[in-house]
């Protein structure tokens, strides 16, 4: 396949449940820098598509036009050389009704651009699939990559309790406390069985656990190692931590393992402030108090529901 110059451009279509709206958008403002009232947005920043639970998939953009016809003319300078392709029309539920193109429309699209390409297209099993997409009146074409879903494949561990993060919530949390893991160091000093310590692994993050609770520490190394990830947990309270961490993430105990008192997670917090430069907590109650008083400032937060349960999810510097 002959290479062409990027744009630099990336375009990503967004799933979710109206529950995990606020969670999503919080994810989407640290992953992006901001949010959008769509299910889509274009950005410069380059996301792997499967970090994220709510990223349905990317196009990486090639070519841009103010009209389809700029894109059909653009396309045909791709020679796909020995590799197999498809295009790809993808699909936004919520464009606005001046952008929506009907689906025998689109197959037909679809198949003009095929013919344009160089090479032999294979709607099956391609080696490449490219992506189309009209989006603020202007049309996009390029790379296109699907999510996974990765965290799918965590959610039957060795070692579990009812009240431990969804895989997909937790995957989330790591995403907003971790947005892009180069030289970022993190700690979970109360990770319990080890849920976001197996998102957080699995995306590359540099990422340490902790617990008081001998069992758990147990049950989350084991966690660990059935995925085929390395990551150190170690036994003891947080008072305990001696190194400084870019980012602390901490889910407040309050399972059948570890309940903590309000004394106690005020001590938990405390003792997070001299190793934090930056803290996301998980809380099933409002502790803003709390926060202050162990000398944090909250600059972000959502409501993670799931019926009629819900946890807040505070970021804090």
């Known amino acids: 396949m002959n290479q062409y110059p990027r744009t630099g451009d990336y375009i990503y279509t967004y799933a979710y449940k109206p529950d995990e709206e606020s969670l999503c958008y919080l994810e989407m403002r640290s992953l992006?820098?901001?949010?959008?009232?769509?299910?889509?947005?274009?950005?410069?920043?380059?996301?792997?598509?499967?970090?994220?639970?709510?990223?349905?998939?990317?196009?990486?953009v090639l070519f841009e036009g103010n009209e389809l016809s700029e894109i059909l003319k653009q396309v045909e300078v791709v020679d796909m050389g020995e590799l197999t392709f498809k295009v790809l029309f993808v699909k936004i539920n919520d464009l606005a009704s001046t952008e929506k193109v009907e689906y025998k429309q689109k197959r037909e699209i679809e198949r003009e651009i095929g013919?344009?390409?160089?090479?032999?297209?294979?709607?099956?099993?391609?080696?490449?699939?490219?992506?189309?997409?009209p989006f603020k009146g202007k049309w996009y074409f390029g790379l296109y990559e699907k999510n996974e879903a990765v965290w799918l494949h965590h959610q039957k561990k060795p070692r579990e309790y009812s009240t431990a993060l969804s895989t997909r919530v937790a995957r989330a949390v790591a995403n907003i406390a971790v947005?892009?893991?180069?030289?970022?160091?993190?700690?979970d000093p109360c990770c319990g069985i080890g849920t976001v310590l197996v998102e957080a692994l699995s995306m590359g993050i540099n990422i340490v656990g902790r617990d008081i609770n001998p069992l758990v520490v147990l049950g989350s190394r084991e966690n660990i190692a059935h995925f085929g990830l390395t990551g150190d947990v170690d036994l003891g309270p947080i008072a305990e931590v001696k190194e400084t961490y870019d980012v602390t993430i901490i889910d407040?105990?309050?399972n059948l393992y570890t309940h903590a008192t309000p004394e106690e997670q005020l001590s938990i917090l405390k003792s997070a402030r001299p190793f934090s430069k930056k803290?996301?907590?998980?809380?099933?109650?409002?502790?803003?108090h709390m926060i202050k008083d162990a000398g944090f400032d909250i600059i972000d937060r959502c409501v993670a529901k799931k019926g009629i349960f819900s946890r807040e999810i505070l970021v804090c510097k």
Do not use: C, W
């Open 32 to 60: 992006f820098g901001e949010d959008t009232q769509t299910k889509v947005i274009k950005s410069t920043y380059d996301i792997n598509p499967s970090r994220s639970p709510f990223i349905k998939e990317r196009i990486e």
């Open 115 to 133: 013919l344009i390409i160089e090479g032999e297209a294979d709607v099956h099993r391609p080696e490449v699939t490219f992506g189309l997409v």
């Open 252 to 254: 407040m105990p309050y």
């Open 279 to 288: 803290l996301v907590v998980v809380t099933i109650e409002n502790i803003d």
């Open 179 to 187: 947005p892009n893991p180069k030289d970022v160091k993190a700690i």
